[in-house]
């Protein structure tokens, strides 16, 4: 079902799907960005890792998943970078934009950050 037929917001249709994905999307791995190396910040080329020929196991719903609990693993890595350098880790997270009115990475977020 399109969002368009359903009237519902596409972004929160592939949420609903991904929530039935188990916690570490099946071991799918997103390489898409990495913490900050401030002197020198490097990316390795776009892929997923570690994807199945399982249709189940690696669909459309866990490649989102992975995406959204990456970015959340990310986020934590480059606070932790803050901490080394400043002795801080923040004690609440501002999340906004337009990720951000999605329930599921605003949850994968604070779980991750152990703001949950």
Known sequence: MTATA??????????????????GA???L??????MFYSAWRHAASSFINLSLDPEKSGKAALFKS????????TYGNLKLVEEATGFF?????FVGGASQGKLW????????GYG
Not at 30 to 35: E, L, N, V
Not at 90 to 94: A, Q, R
Not at 106 to 113: G, P
């Open 67 to 74: 995406l959204k609990e990456n970015a959340a693993l990310i």
């Open 106 to 113: 605003s949850q994968t977020l604070a779980d991750v950050l």
């Open 26 to 28: 099946n071991g799918i």
């Open 6 to 23: 359903s009237g519902r917001d596409a972004y929160e249709i592939w949420e609903d799907k991904a929530r039935a994905v188990r916690v």
């Open 90 to 94: 923040p004690e609440e997270v501002i």
């Open 30 to 35: 997103p390489i898409f960005s990495d913490t």
